[in-house]
């Protein structure tokens, strides 16, 4: 496969794509090569994951990266447990986001997408998705994603097309789908568009709250002659009732004027009929359920075309809808008056002004509150009445709660179902518009008759009026929401409405992994088309991550100085696909954000290097013409207890990775293994072998293949984290070791539970505690590494396993005479220290000259008397009274580490004396 020695230093640039290049041409993600293999048949249990598609939009950000690493992980874990496995890989058309980065690549070039028309422009927009597309691909395959290419998809395919296709065509013929008037988010500004919830952004802006005051009919009030604004709307009321508004803009679409029975002035109002200011409109002053009497000024003016909550209000009531703005949110000249044509920030000014004038605005406060905001271009939604197609989400939210009763869906972490059903409400969930005023997308497949003003549809298109026959027909502009399409890709990927073998084999899918912002507004479509058009729950799983943040907690986002520094690609240009895979799995928890600290990529990166020595060291002391044989076949008698402490530690090893895995607790597989391989592997068994390996006169026949018994089942396990260099160091393996020519397929391993000892791992562990005690009184008196000292321990009932390590702990211990009894009783001036129920007694003659140590530490608590002095005075002086709380705190705990450096200091002067 390549040059199989292991040489120099961890650098993944060496190796990562040529690798991949040879999964890929190997066939090592189908699970037809599996098949060829012979891992999987027909009886095997399937696996398939779907990528959640990226947008053609552009390059690849963590968000994705995360995905990858999670799904990969799981996928790659599947495969080795011999699953029939499929990994989807595709992308999303993403009509509104894509559509406006074309748009706005064509501005740059003075091109307006409006004077090309919709044909050239869609000509852009596919030459943009070929370039995209292939970005994203060539990004994907960097982070190692082990995803079927074959199986690739995009969502404007022509198979996945005809799914979108028959899902609206089906959904219309049962009524599911239907026409007609609705408020929805529409962007004013460059979209000209309706968007989602999701693409509707809010955004904390300082605003203000304008108090009007409406004059309410009396005998005595007449509409003025003068042109409203001349000062005289208010002369002759009686009466006015009061609202606070943010919109002043929008009294010109008023319907009404709410309030509660319960208000001691308004409440004597209600049946009354207010005047509109600037129109002079009369509208009635109502009772409404959403009106609290003690909040605000007890009255709220109702705009049913431009406020959601109004909207629902104006329907209770049966009140007309005033839409009072064009797309571009200028005011019509139906309602505009003397404002019609100006857009609605400059008619805001406009009617404040003739507001003051006329008397009736009463005050203006200072307000901060949440504006919607596309997501695309950054304009103010405005929220309009308009004739879209919906989706009626009520019977298939039902139908979708209905089915997770019976058949039940595990929810990663659970407590996202609870989330779920927050929005899946039968009784508050609002109809899905799903249709965009845009021209990237699929069209809508409704033709308008020009004769009859019927509508047909088909999954074929018309080519007359399916009810009066005539060829007078169009199609319909708008294209469908994203969602809509993205809604069917657990099934449309597979190759639904077609019976394939690949609908019958991976659906429902396994899980569905991505991230807990798109629950929403991804998750619950899915669900909701899948039951409603297969009848299935599309995916038995869901794992939800969090989001990315920096490593203050920050959101990452463009406007950041260092943003680049966070670009995916350029991590893994620096460090390697399995650094950024092993931080973004390390460090994220199910459901919770996590801080991307560029220390803990370096610190995995280490870890990396860490793999590659081990690696290094154990291969060059393995002899040419070795053969493996594996530890089953050893006599247990013929092993150490170090051996067979390895031997333990690794299987029970296996047994926690499986388990970690198929609980989902990613964050504690990766870094039990990172705790194993340094902490246990590396820094101990590797270290206890050395003098055996090292010495040709004695048989370390044992060892070697323990050594490599542990690489090959540590390799295979951190594999679905880490597969790059997992792989490339298993190809320096003994073949002999090998199940397979690829660990990419190679088996997962199976504990042994003949080698699982809980008694020894726990004596073993005593013993690693008594070398470290040891190694500590080394390092606090400076003993040099070179100069062997005496230590006698009082052992107890673990004589006999230290006895029979005795060689171990003088090896790694630095220790010369080593005496081990019951109980040490001794008359010389020792340091001793306990591990568990035994006692260390290192003696202080040789281990360093006393009175020598005795001046060096009287020297050091002088010192330290200096600092503490100079840190009291500090903290007694006004210095506590001027200085912040944070400085001050920081000098008190100055103080208290002082004093306890100089406590320790005078445990070990009495030691001496």
């Not at 058009?533 to 406007?559: A, D, M, Q, V």
Request: hydrophobic letters at 35%; charged letters at 30%; a negative charge.
């Amino acid at each position: 496969m390549m040059n199989k020695e292991i040489t120099g230093n961890y650098k993944a640039s060496d190796f990562e794509y040529e690798l991949y290049q040879w999964w890929e041409e190997n066939g090592y993600f189908t699970p037809e090569k599996q098949e060829e293999l012979g891992i999987i048949d027909g009886n095997s249990e399937t696996f398939c994951n779907t990528i959640p598609p990226p947008n053609v939009t552009g390059v690849l950000h963590l968000g994705h990266a995360i995905t990858i690493a999670l799904q990969d992980l799981m996928t790659r874990y599947a495969r080795m447990n011999g699953k029939r496995t499929v990994f989807v890989p595709g992308t999303d058309h993403a009509g509104i986001a894509t559509q406006n980065v074309v748009e706005r690549e064509l501005n740059k070039k003075g091109i307006k997408r409006k004077e090309i028309g919709r044909t050239k422009f869609l000509e852009n927009v596919w030459a943009w998705k070929e370039k995209s597309h292939e970005t994203i691909t060539k990004q994907s395959k960097k982070m190692g994603m082990s995803a079927d290419w074959n199986r690739e998809a995009f969502t404007m395919d022509d198979n996945l097309s005809k799914a979108v296709r028959e899902a609206f065509v089906s959904m219309y013929e049962k009524g599911l789908i239907y026409r007609g008037d609705y408020l929805i988010n529409w962007c004013p500004g460059r979209c000209e568009s309706a968007v989602s919830d999701l693409e509707s952004e809010p955004i904390e802006t300082e605003g203000h709250l304008w108090y009007i005051k409406y004059p309410v009919t009396s005998k005595n009030w007449r509409k003025p002659k003068n042109e409203w604004g001349s000062g005289k709307w208010a002369e002759g009321a009686e009466k006015f009732i009061t609202v606070a508004t943010t919109r002043p803009e929008t009294l010109l679409g008023d319907a009404a004027i709410a309030t509660s029975s319960k208000h001691k002035e308004f409440g004597k109002l209600i049946g009354k009929t207010a005047i509109l200011p600037v129109l002079g409109r009369k509208i009635k002053i109502i009772e409404d359920e959403a009106v609290d009497a003690e909040f605000g000024t007890g009255a709220l003016k109702i705009t049913p075309a431009h406020d959601f909550n109004d909207y629902e209000a104006g329907k209770r009531h049966d009140l007309e809808f005033y839409s009072i703005f064009d797309k571009k949110a200028n005011l019509l000249a139906e309602f505009g008056g003397k404002y019609a044509g100006m857009d609605r920030n400059t008619a805001r000014d406009a009617i404040v002004d003739d507001l003051k004038k006329e008397g009736l605005l009463v005050k203006i406060e200072d307000h901060s509150h949440l504006v919607p905001h596309c997501q695309r271009c950054k304009t103010v939604i405005e929220p309009r009445n308009s004739v879209q197609w919906f989706v009626k989400t009520k019977p298939l939210v039902e139908n979708v709660i209905k089915k997770i009763e019976e058949d039940g869906i595990n929810f990663i972490p659970s407590n996202m179902i609870d989330r779920l059903y927050q929005w899946l409400n039968p009784e508050t969930i609002r109809d899905w518009c799903i249709s965009r005023q845009l021209w990237w997308g699929h069209r809508i497949p409704v033709w308008h008759c020009g004769d009859c003003e019927e509508m047909s549809t088909g999954r074929n298109d018309p080519s007359k009026c399916d009810h009066c026959g005539s060829e007078n027909i169009k199609q319909d502009p708008d294209v469908l929401d994203t969602w809509f399409s993205s809604g069917l890709w657990p099934f449309s990927t597979l190759g639904w409405p077609e019976k394939t073998k690949d609908m019958e084999d991976y659906y429902p899918n396994t899980i569905r992994e991505t991230g807990y912002d798109i629950l929403f507004f991804w998750i619950a479509r899915e669900l909701m088309m899948g039951v409603e058009l297969t009848g299935k729950l599309p995916y038995e799983n869901i794992y939800l991550h969090g989001l990315i943040r920096n490593e203050e907690g920050k959101k990452i986002s463009k406007s950041m100085e260092n943003i680049e520094d966070y670009n995916p690609l350029k991590i893994i240009e620096k460090y390697g696909a399995d650094t950024l895979r092993y931080t973004l799995v390390a460090y994220s928890a199910a459901g919770l954000d996590m801080n991307l600290d560029f220390k803990n990529i370096e610190s995995t990166h280490k870890f990396g290097n860490k793999i590659w020595n081990g690696t290094k060291f154990v291969l060059m002391n393995i002899p040419e013409d070795f053969k493996y044989i594996a530890p089953d076949d050893f006599d247990l008698k013929e092993m150490g207890i170090a051996d067979r402490w390895i031997l333990s530690q690794t299987h029970s090893l296996i047994e926690s990775i499986s388990n970690y895995n198929d609980e989902y607790n990613f964050l504690e597989a990766a870094r039990e293994l990172r705790r194993f391989f340094w902490n246990i592997f590396a820094a101990w068994y590797i270290e206890i072998t050395k003098n055996r390996l090292y010495d040709e006169s004695t048989n370390s026949t044992v060892q070697e293949n323990i050594l490599i018994h542990v690489l090959d089942t540590f390799m295979r396990l951190l594999h679905p984290i880490m597969p790059l260099i997992t792989e490339r160091i298993w190809q320096t393996l003994p073949k002999d070791i090998r199940d397979q020519d690829a660990l990419i397929v190679a088996k997962w391993p199976e504990a042994n539970d003949s080698f699982l000892d809980a008694d020894l791992d726990k004596n073993f562990s005593m013993v690693i505690d008594t070398i470290t005690a040891i190694r500590g009184i080394r390092g606090e008196f400076k003993v040099p590494n070179n100069q062997k000292i005496e230590v006698m321990i009082g052992a107890g009932v673990s004589k006999s396993i230290l006895e029979e390590t005795a060689d171990t702990i003088k090896q790694l211990a630095g220790v010369g005479d080593l005496i081990i009894e019951d109980h040490i009783n001794t008359e010389i001036k020792v340091i001793s220290t306990v591990v568990e129920d035994i006692t260390i007694y290192i003696p202080l003659e040789g281990l360093v000259e006393i009175e020598d140590e005795i001046k060096r530490i009287n020297k050091e608590i002088d010192k330290i008397d200096k600092l503490i002095k100079k840190a009291e005075g500090k903290l007694k002086s006004d210095f506590v009274d001027r200085a912040p709380l944070e400085i001050v705190y920081v000098e008190r705990e100055k103080l208290t580490s002082y004093q306890e450096k100089r406590d320790k200091f005078e445990e070990r002067l009495k030691l001496l004396l």
